[in-house]
């Protein structure tokens, strides 16, 4: 169908859908069961059983399924059995972390994909663009990104950036014609809106004409699949660090083999243990538990109202030294109130909270009627025309659908009995010029009854003063003097030194007969009405986040558009702003040059009056002075600054899809307190992943030094191969998975921030790990020498205490890892995870030895109770022997 050469209402029929109801949700139902989600096709992902084989692709894996084979044909049946079971069950433990991984990010993909505003059975609601269907009703303004293919109905001002399709960088400017040319191209079709393109300036409504595949984004879909790799720079690092442990782990196990083969062992049985100890020493596992410990720690983020939307996020949330935060809705609680009214030298007070329209008007504290004084009846009126906002009713709550600012005019108007729909009635908008920050105005012209025109406008005071040549004055037009100016700088400090946000309202009569107007016709030679004032109250959580960071060695700077006295009104209620810092308004940030605004960038903890462009200038000078810097953003003009930052924050309430495009984190609920919480839980997802590769590195490094030292010392194996796969398969899997699982100790938000060039064995924990797994090895060849005693008839039975002595050990020293200091430094029963999955790692230990259908695959044998406290009093001593060296240090 040619909709771009139909008329509105030939499009309305042809899709049977209504301009003023939109769709009905049962027929949009009905659409989407037949023609399915709005979404792009992706490429086929890999299948369950593919992902499942491809868990024994590993090299070492391979080697040891041939060496499992060489032993079914030299008879060895219940070994060969033994160890492919054990592959097998290793198999599927990967494949499961894996497919744990995989679900864990299409949730995310899902939770970040965009909304767009639809007309629903007569009322415009927020939905995901997965669920529009083809007769749908889009509202879209600048900053929003097109859901789906639209045929324009409604255009003001609409400029659509459309270069995702064209290549052309410049916006297109919009309208609602038919467009008869022959074969038009995409840059062609005026009155169209395509899926993925970007709102640049004004607003309009469309009707939804394509979607999913059978949009123009469809027919190039696989130029724009999603190919990013979501691997971090962590996973990176660990990756290349298991290639280095590969080949340590191999030239060991090939001195361990020569070793025995050296002194009189078995070629065949050397070989297998020399095998499986490879298998065991290498973490295989690493990069699929640290991919899993991420996507559990995104989703405690989900739950905590931030979604991650790039992983590397994650581990550089545990590096941010600076937050830059705006105000509004983010420090505050975005619910609005006119509280202060002012108009030619007079004041009135207003009461009520939030959103509810019930309130009364005051002057000099003396209630009065709102509609017997002129002006500010004026200034009521004026304030809910030049409006796009709407107030809901949800039971016993009002919600407003728009800005905050136009919602606390809105009730304003509504706590002096005015009613928006009849205003509507009495005075008709004709054309409109949408709020933007470079002008920081909005304007409406509109018809009376009478057939009189008037422009209105509202916007930023000091901007709206000096483009207007009059003001009124007890009820007069007076010409706006220096005197005047002067009045009304005076009206707007005062209210600013209350922190309250003011917002001017300004008219004009022109002509009836006058065409139409541009912005910089229209808003020009005004009249000045008068002020109103609101506040914002701070979120009653962010003062203690914002204490909280602060001894977290994280600096909290305000960003914000508002007054300079508002804002550090704001600032000081918040702890923010202290004596020792600064503040710095839009016109000096504008005079400094980059190096000259590093230089002082530091001592300055609010910025205000400020335009998103400044957003960027901040970000670069913090980075430049070394800083990791966390920045908060909801419109287009963020963007840059968003994207620049070490972690871009968007707002998932007010921030716009673009905003939401370029950042790595969106909260939810557009809460300081959040950043707060998604950077403590960035922190403890990191420690979390150094605790197990401490864990596993240790247990590692002290089963390759056990069968080391024994060779060495010309001792028998103290570990059959199928012994060593065992303890692979019981102390390496759930513990280290539960490791992952574990909550921030009470001083992860004490310390300061880490270093992003860290490395993984930072602080110590090198030495952590080649110590602890030392121990770990001796003990281990102790508790087998102790039992052996030279008798060739005891081999078994040694075995299977040393067996026993290296699995208690590791389990013991699990708990140690829980802390950087020491096993007594946390309740080691505060992670129930971990205490159930050792739990379960003993059970399994104690069943390969006292179950007899299994002794023979396992060549175990029951161990005495007398010996128990041998094995329990060595496996404790490389953990408690290190823990009590703390406890010393402590008490000195």
Request: glycine letters at 8%; a neutral charge.
């Given at each position: 169908?040619?909709?771009?050469?139909?008329?509105?209402?030939?499009?309305?029929?042809?899709?049977?859908?209504?301009?003023?109801?939109?769709?009905?949700?049962?027929?949009?139902?009905?659409?989407?069961?037949?023609?399915?989600?709005?979404?792009?096709?992706?490429?086929?992902?890999?299948?369950?059983?593919?992902?499942?084989?491809?868990?024994?692709?590993?090299?070492?894996?391979?080697?040891?399924?041939?060496?499992?084979?060489?032993?079914?044909?030299?008879?060895?049946?219940?070994?060969?059995?033994?160890?492919?079971?054990?592959?097998?069950?290793?198999?599927?433990?990967?494949?499961?972390?894996?497919?744990?991984?995989?679900?864990?990010?299409?949730?995310?993909?899902?939770?970040?994909?965009?909304?767009?505003?639809?007309?629903?059975?007569?009322?415009?609601?927020?939905?995901?663009?997965?669920?529009?269907?083809?007769?749908?009703?889009?509202?879209?303004?600048?900053?929003?990104?097109?859901?789906?293919?639209?045929?324009?109905?409604?255009?003001?001002?609409?400029?659509?950036?459309?270069?995702?399709?064209?290549?052309?960088?410049?916006?297109?400017?919009?309208?609602?014609?038919?467009?008869?040319?022959?074969?038009?191209?995409?840059?062609?079709?005026?009155?169209?809106?395509?899926?993925?393109?970007?709102?640049?300036?004004?607003?309009?409504?469309?009707?939804?004409?394509?979607?999913?595949?059978?949009?123009?984004?469809?027919?190039?879909?696989?130029?724009?699949?999603?190919?990013?790799?979501?691997?971090?720079?962590?996973?990176?690092?660990?990756?290349?660090?298991?290639?280095?442990?590969?080949?340590?782990?191999?030239?060991?196990?090939?001195?361990?083999?020569?070793?025995?083969?050296?002194?009189?062992?078995?070629?065949?049985?050397?070989?297998?243990?020399?095998?499986?100890?490879?298998?065991?020493?290498?973490?295989?596992?690493?990069?699929?538990?640290?991919?899993?410990?991420?996507?559990?720690?995104?989703?405690?983020?989900?739950?905590?109202?931030?979604?991650?939307?790039?992983?590397?996020?994650?581990?550089?949330?545990?590096?941010?030294?600076?937050?830059?935060?705006?105000?509004?809705?983010?420090?505050?609680?975005?619910?609005?109130?006119?509280?202060?009214?002012?108009?030619?030298?007079?004041?009135?007070?207003?009461?009520?909270?939030?959103?509810?329209?019930?309130?009364?008007?005051?002057?000099?504290?003396?209630?009065?009627?709102?509609?017997?004084?002129?002006?500010?009846?004026?200034?009521?009126?004026?304030?809910?025309?030049?409006?796009?906002?709407?107030?809901?009713?949800?039971?016993?709550?009002?919600?407003?659908?728009?800005?905050?600012?136009?919602?606390?005019?809105?009730?304003?108007?509504?706590?002096?009995?005015?009613?928006?729909?009849?205003?509507?009635?009495?005075?008709?908008?004709?054309?409109?010029?949408?709020?933007?920050?470079?002008?920081?105005?909005?304007?409406?012209?509109?018809?009376?009854?009478?057939?009189?025109?008037?422009?209105?406008?509202?916007g930023a005071p000091d901007v709206l003063a000096n483009i207007s040549d009059t003001i009124l004055w007890n009820g007069k037009r007076q010409i706006m003097s220096k005197e005047m100016s002067a009045n009304i700088n005076e009206a707007i400090n005062d209210l600013a030194s209350q922190a309250l946000r003011t917002i001017?309202?300004?008219?004009?009569?022109?002509?009836?007969?006058?065409?139409?107007?541009?912005?910089?016709?229209?808003?020009?030679?005004?009249?000045?009405?008068?002020?109103?004032?609101?506040?914002?109250?701070?979120?009653?959580?962010?003062?203690?986040?914002?204490?909280?960071?602060?001894?977290?060695?994280?600096?909290?700077?305000?960003?914000?558009?508002?007054?300079?006295?508002?804002?550090?009104?704001?600032?000081?209620?918040?702890?923010?702003?202290?004596?020792?810092?600064?503040?710095?308004?839009?016109?000096?940030?504008?005079?400094?040059?980059?190096?000259?605004?590093?230089?002082?960038?530091?001592?300055?903890?609010?910025?205000?009056?400020?335009?998103?462009?400044?957003?960027?200038?901040?970000?670069?000078?913090?980075?430049?002075?070394?800083?990791?810097?966390?920045?908060?953003?909801?419109?287009?003009?963020?963007?840059?600054?968003?994207?620049?930052?070490?972690?871009?924050?968007?707002?998932?309430?007010?921030?716009?899809?673009?905003?939401?495009?370029?950042?790595?984190?969106?909260?939810?609920?557009?809460?300081?307190?959040?950043?707060?919480?998604?950077?403590?839980?960035?922190?403890?997802?990191?420690e979390n992943i150094r605790k197990f590769v401490r864990y596993l590195l240790a247990s590692n490094v002290g089963e390759i030094l056990v069968m080391l030292f024994a060779m060495i010392m010309a001792l028998p194996l103290p570990l059959v191969p199928i012994q060593i796969l065992w303890v692979n398969l019981v102390t390496?899997?759930?513990?280290?998975?539960?490791?992952?699982?574990?909550?921030?100790?009470?001083?992860?938000?004490?310390?300061?921030?880490?270093?992003?060039?860290?490395?993984?064995?930072?602080?110590?924990?090198?030495?952590?790990?080649?110590?602890?797994?030392?121990?770990?090895?001796?003990?281990?060849?102790?508790?087998?020498?102790?039992?052996?005693?030279?008798?060739?008839?005891?081999?078994?039975?040694?075995?299977?205490?040393?067996?026993?002595?290296?699995?208690?050990?590791?389990?013991?020293?699990?708990?140690?890892?829980?802390?950087?200091?020491?096993?007594?430094?946390?309740?080691?029963?505060?992670?129930?995870?971990?205490?159930?999955?050792?739990?379960?790692?003993?059970?399994?230990?104690?069943?390969?030895?006292?179950?007899?259908?299994?002794?023979?695959?396992?060549?175990?044998?029951?161990?005495?109770?007398?010996?128990?406290?041998?094995?329990?009093?060595?496996?404790?001593?490389?953990?408690?022997?290190?823990?009590?060296?703390?406890?010393?240090?402590?008490?000195?």
């Open positions: 169908m040619k909709y771009h050469e139909m008329e509105a209402r030939e499009v309305e029929e042809t899709l049977n859908t209504d301009r003023h109801e939109g769709m009905s949700e049962e027929d949009a139902k009905k659409r989407l069961k037949q023609f399915g989600y709005n979404e792009l096709e992706e490429g086929e992902k890999q299948s369950a059983l593919l992902l499942f084989f491809s868990q024994f692709k590993d090299f070492m894996t391979l080697v040891l399924l041939a060496a499992t084979l060489i032993s079914g044909l030299l008879g060895e049946y219940i070994d060969a059995i033994a160890i492919i079971a054990i592959v097998v069950i290793n198999g599927f433990l990967g494949f499961f972390q894996e497919r744990k991984a995989e679900k864990s990010l299409s949730a995310l993909k899902e939770l970040s994909s965009p909304q767009v505003i639809a007309l629903r059975d007569g009322e415009w609601k927020k939905i995901s663009s997965k669920e529009v269907v083809v007769g749908d009703l889009l509202k879209f303004t600048s900053g929003d990104r097109i859901g789906a293919d639209v045929r324009l109905i409604e255009c003001n001002n609409l400029e659509i950036e459309e270069s995702a399709l064209t290549g052309e960088s410049l916006p297109v400017q919009k309208s609602v014609s038919p467009v008869k040319t022959d074969d038009p191209g995409i840059g062609d079709m005026e009155n169209m809106g395509f899926m993925g393109t970007m709102v640049t300036r004004g607003n309009g409504i469309g009707i939804v004409i394509g979607t999913g595949m059978k949009t123009a984004m469809g027919q190039i879909a696989d130029l724009i699949q999603n190919a990013e790799s979501m691997t971090t720079p962590l996973q990176r690092r660990l990756e290349q660090l298991g290639k280095i442990l590969i080949v340590v782990a191999l030239l060991l196990t090939v001195l361990v083999v020569a070793i025995g083969v050296l002194q009189g062992q078995e070629l065949y049985m050397m070989f297998l243990a020399g095998v499986s100890l490879a298998v065991a020493a290498i973490p295989e596992g690493l990069p699929a538990i640290v991919t899993v410990a991420l996507s559990l720690g995104v989703q405690r983020m989900i739950k905590q109202k931030a979604i991650v939307r790039k992983l590397p996020a994650v581990e550089t949330l545990g590096c941010a030294s600076v937050i830059c935060s705006d105000k509004t809705g983010t420090l505050t609680q975005n619910k609005m109130t006119v509280t202060h009214i002012w108009s030619g030298g007079t004041e009135w007070t207003v009461d009520g909270i939030g959103y509810t329209p019930n309130g009364e008007f005051y002057k000099r504290e003396k209630k009065i009627e709102p509609k017997s004084d002129k002006a500010l009846q004026q200034m009521l009126m004026f304030g809910m025309l030049c409006n796009n906002a709407e107030i809901k009713q949800k039971e016993s709550e009002y919600i407003i659908d728009g800005d905050p600012t136009e919602g606390a005019l809105l009730v304003a108007g509504m706590k002096a009995g005015y009613n928006r729909s009849s205003l509507l009635h009495q005075f008709q908008i004709t054309e409109e010029f949408p709020f933007d920050s470079t002008r920081k105005m909005m304007s409406i012209v509109v018809n009376d009854q009478t057939g009189r025109r008037f422009i209105v406008t509202k001017a309202i300004g008219y004009k009569e022109v002509s009836a007969g006058a065409g139409k107007f541009d912005e910089k016709e229209a808003e020009k030679n005004l009249t000045f009405i008068g002020l109103q004032g609101m506040i914002d109250p701070p979120r009653t959580e962010v003062k203690s986040a914002v204490k909280e960071c602060k001894e977290a060695g994280i600096k909290t700077i305000m960003i914000t558009g508002d007054h300079v006295v508002t804002a550090q009104a704001i600032a000081k209620q918040l702890g923010i702003l202290t004596k020792s810092s600064k503040v710095m308004d839009g016109r000096t940030l504008s005079t400094l040059g980059t190096e000259e605004l590093e230089e002082v960038v530091e001592d300055v903890s609010v910025f205000a009056r400020v335009s998103p462009e400044h957003k960027l200038k901040i970000v670069k000078a913090l980075q430049n002075r070394g800083h990791i810097v966390a920045m908060t953003g909801d419109g287009i003009n963020d963007a840059p600054a968003i994207k620049a930052a070490d972690i871009g924050i968007a707002m998932g309430i007010t921030g716009t899809d673009v905003a939401k495009e370029a950042s790595s984190l969106i909260l939810l609920d557009d809460n300081f307190a959040t950043i707060k919480s998604a950077i403590k839980e960035g922190r403890n997802i990191y390496d899997g759930l513990p280290a998975m539960a490791l992952g699982l574990d909550r921030p100790e009470e001083n992860v938000m004490k310390r300061s921030p880490r270093n992003p060039k860290e490395g993984i064995f930072s602080r110590g924990l090198g030495w952590k790990v080649v110590s602890r797994g030392f121990l770990i090895g001796i003990v281990t060849l102790l508790a087998f020498i102790f039992s052996y005693q030279g008798n060739p008839e005891q081999l078994a039975y040694a075995q299977t205490v040393a067996f026993a002595t290296l699995v208690l050990a590791q389990l013991i020293h699990v708990f140690d890892c829980r802390s950087e200091k020491s096993v007594f430094a946390r309740n080691p029963f505060g992670n129930k995870y971990l205490v159930g999955a050792v739990i379960s790692s003993l059970l399994l230990m104690l069943a390969v030895i006292y179950w007899e259908p299994v002794q023979p695959i396992f060549h175990t044998l029951p161990i005495k109770a007398s010996d128990w406290l041998m094995i329990i009093g060595l496996s404790s001593v490389p953990t408690f022997l290190l823990g009590f060296t703390y406890l010393a240090r402590k008490t000195k």
